[in-house]
């Protein structure tokens, strides 16, 4: 039977709720995607292109496959609580590589608890959390530029978008609308917010506010992180997420074609999903030297974005190319 765990809130943490868009969030859930092999409908696309990259660079049998498992407890430290609205994943890293050694082994302790035990790597990070750490934060790049960086304004744009959404629903309708709506398993009475969960029941003090944290890649449940003194983190599933990966047509690209040239217009309409040189010549008819030569054009106004993956270097569209596509349409 499921049972509750309780935060009680002071007048003064629910003036302290706020919502953060976290990186570490989005590389927590989409490893733990992708290490339950599991055939997602909503991520399929994301995952037929991920898996291979993130196999290739040995990731799916490293640090992360062992501090992410594909469910229940991952440490706390690998969340660290955003100090602004929207920290960048070098920020994040920073306060990663900067937990004190104590919190490591704590929560290391407490992954040993939940699976048994820990593996050998996680053994030497418990005995040298300080040099470990930094070899953690290497690997998490990585796995960025991989699987992340290169979607990364499009996942943005359905974080915002779901932020956006909720910071109107407190000012339209105050708090205690927000937190009824925002999942199921959430309630909120009395200054209280209940969290049903499986095995626990217990009742705390927010202490600090709460943090509210959208992702895209959660399942249907709900993740917390309660870590004194910091703030409570609530990491939920983002509005919008099931069209994520949605083919976005591109029409009345005449406009566009008279402003940057036929060749950049359709490297950009290509672009709908990250891409190769190679593959983008073999998709256009353009040849390999007028593809690089377009995308170095195109990358300097700010239209794409380049991100290593392996020998390979994959291109993306910006936010900025997506407003102005969004615009043609």
């Not at 765990?5 to 943490?13: C, K």
């Not at 195109?298 to 390979?312: E, I, P, Q």
Request: glycine share 8%; net charge positive.
């Amino acid at each position: 039977m499921a049972l509750l765990a309780e935060l009680a809130f002071s007048a003064g943490d629910v003036a302290q709720v706020r919502f953060a868009v976290s990186p570490m969030w989005q590389v927590g859930a989409s490893f733990r995607l992708l290490a339950s092999g599991a055939a997602d409908p909503v991520h399929r696309r994301w995952l037929e292109q991920v898996r291979p990259r993130v196999a290739a660079a040995g990731l799916d049998e490293a640090w992360l496959a062992e501090l992410f498992p594909p469910s229940g407890y991952a440490p706390d430290f690998l969340n660290p609580a955003p100090t602004g609205p929207a920290p960048t994943l070098a920020e994040e890293l920073a306060a990663l590589t900067a937990t004190p050694a104590e919190r490591v082994r704590k929560d290391l302790d407490h992954l040993g608890h939940h699976q048994g035990g820990i593996g050998s790597r996680l053994r030497s990070l418990h005995a040298d959390p300080h040099t470990r750490l930094a070899r953690v934060a290497e690997e998490i790049e990585t796995y960025w530029e991989l699987a992340l960086a290169p979607y990364w304004a499009r996942i943005r744009t359905v974080l915002d978008a779901d932020v956006f959404h909720r910071a109107r629903q407190v000012s339209q309708h105050g708090a205690g609308h927000l937190f009824n709506e925002l999942h199921p398993q959430v309630s909120w009475n009395d200054h209280t917010l209940r969290l049903v969960r499986r095995r626990t029941l217990s009742r705390e003090t927010a202490g600090t506010g709460l943090l509210l944290v959208p992702s895209a890649f959660k399942g249907p449940g709900l993740s917390t992180r309660i870590a004194p003194p910091d703030p409570p983190q609530l990491a939920y599933r983002a509005r919008g997420s099931g069209t994520l990966w949605e083919r976005r047509a591109v029409t009345g690209t005449a406009a566009l074609v008279a402003v940057l040239g036929r060749s950049r217009t359709l490297l950009l309409t290509e672009l709908e999903t990250p891409a190769t040189t190679t593959e983008l010549a073999r998709r256009t008819g353009i040849s390999m030297a007028g593809v690089s030569q377009n995308l170095t054009a195109l990358r300097d106004a700010g239209f794409v974005t380049a991100h290593r993956a392996g020998r390979s270097v994959l291109y993306a569209r910006t936010s900025v190319a997506e407003s102005v596509l969004a615009a043609g349409r």
